[in-house]
């Protein structure tokens, strides 16, 4: 087993006997990570307050602050930091017990190398540990929660973006947070202290729908009692949201792009055009380039809005999210139902993990508000997280979605019965390696990952 692209991560190990601090040090070094130490838990929150490393390995039994003290204070401080306890005085009711308040592992001394580093690699892929290198001022970004080169790249061409009035188009799937990038860029913004104003397009009747955009005159039809802004006007400074712009009538869109070439909006009903100053974001979860192949919707619109792409992708693509952010929901959700959930069992993360998500992460969310409604423990189980995930709506997936799904799992497959050897997967796939290798890259798959090397001890 190697510790294939973990070799970045960072390790904080606690013990007050030197000589076993120094033998785990060494052991995990080896493995490629990089490791901090401390002989005392007093000592480890100090280092944490300077360095957040991905895991802890803590000594149970130790003077002062013990193990089991130290975790509780790490819990308090950062509930999604894995921690792994260590002691050579191990009995089953000190594991239940560790386990229960949301102890990763529990591991007696004298520790195997091999066992060791199964439980660390184990942490580490199913930990929430955000991108440690992300700096500078984040505000603008904060809903975002993620630690994906992926999203890290898009969020940088975000906040360029946002410094400019450019049309925005956003495109991905149904759930993977198209609203609240358009909310980022407008945040990042020179307009961010003017209102954000959002509207589906494809939940407003058309009838409805060009009044709620460019506001009517009183008496301009039965009902208009009153004159009405409009959201071209409420967003007027600011920024508009058009989400499911795809779904947009055609007499519609003709009148949206009237608006936006001369930036000026007559109210239905009225004599006069009403200037505007609003930049305009765009969503949908539609494939554009063919439903103006099919009439559906206007080239010239369309490049209206598009002078700036951003593709999000979906949850899929960027499992290593997937702890980070089922986390951040157990937390909130916890508080928000009166639980004292605090983390996942191993197995259910697992189980998160390899999930399909056609729902992206509005599906995982749900998942998790059903999980924690129906826990009766303080650590979520794998048994509840399958049943949600059985009876979730959502996982009767698209076509498109499954062929994905099965194509990634029968590379997965392929890689853990050779142990990562590309050239007898590719042969055993009846593909030339070249071919196999841009599979490999479709699914983000890394082969140093399933390699079956042992680490020497």
């Known amino acids: ?85 260590l002691t050579a005085h191990g009995s089953i009711p000190e594991a239940v017990d560790a386990t229960q308040r949301g102890v990763f592992g529990f591991l007696t001394k004298p520790f195997e190398s091999k066992v060791l580093l199964e439980q660390v690699e184990l942490a580490l892929r199913t930990s929430s540990t955000p991108n440690s290198t992300m700096t500078g001022d984040t505000a603008w970004r904060s809903a975002i929660i993620t630690r994906s080169p992926m999203m890290e790249n898009l969020l940088a061409q975000a906040q360029l973006v946002a410094m400019s009035d450019a049309s925005v188009l956003i495109q991905g799937e149904s759930g993977t947070g198209k609203e609240l990038l358009a909310r980022a860029i407008h945040q990042a913004s020179a307009r961010h202290l003017q209102p954000f104003v959002a509207i589906n397009c494809g939940a407003i009747p058309e009838a409805l729908l060009e009044s709620e955009l460019f506001g009517h005159s009183k008496g301009a039809f039965t009902g208009a009692l009153r004159d009405h802004d409009g959201l071209f006007l409420n967003a007027d400074g600011g920024t508009l949201f058009l989400d499911e712009i795809g779904d947009m009538p055609l007499p519609l869109q003709v009148k949206l792009l ?99 998500w056609p729902g992206n992460v509005r599906q995982l969310q749900n998942i998790v508000e059903q999980t924690v409604v129906l826990s009766t423990t303080a650590v979520l189980p794998a048994t509840l997280v399958q049943k949600a995930l059985r009876e979730d709506i959502g996982a009767i997936m698209p076509f498109e979605t499954a062929r994905k799904h099965f194509e990634r799992d029968y590379l997965v497959k392929l890689l853990k019965a050779t142990g990562g050897n590309v050239s007898q997967a590719a042969r055993l796939a009846q593909r030339n390696r070249t071919e196999f290798y841009k599979l490999l890259q479709r699914h983000a798959l890394n082969p140093a990952l399933f390699k079956q090397d042992e680490l020497p001890e």
Do not use: C, W
């Open 258 to 356: 009237r608006a936006l070439q001369d930036r000026m909006i007559r109210p239905v009903g009225a004599r006069d055009s009403i200037p505007i100053n609003v930049r305009v974001i765009s969503a949908t979860h539609r494939n554009l380039t063919a439903e103006m192949k099919q009439g559906n919707f206007r080239e010239d619109l369309y490049y209206r809005l598009n002078v700036v792409g951003l593709g999000l992708p979906a949850l899929a693509e960027r499992r290593e999210d997937i702890p980070l952010l089922a986390s951040t929901f157990l937390q909130g959700l916890s508080e928000k139902y009166g639980k004292k959930v605090q983390a996942f069992a191993p197995e259910a993360m697992e189980l998160l993990l390899a999930a399909p």
């Open 1 to 85: 087993m190697t510790s294939g692209n973990l070799t970045a991560k960072r390790i904080l190990a606690i013990d007050d006997d030197p000589d076993i601090l120094k033998l785990l040090a060494i052991r995990l070094r080896a493995a490629g990570y990089i490791v901090d130490t401390a002989d005392s838990g007093e000592a480890a929150l100090t280092q944490l307050a300077i360095t957040r490393p991905a895991l802890v390995i803590s000594d149970l039994r130790m003077p002062g602050m013990d193990g089991m003290a130290l975790f509780d204070a790490i819990h308090q401080d950062d509930p999604s930091l894995p921690v792994i306890i």
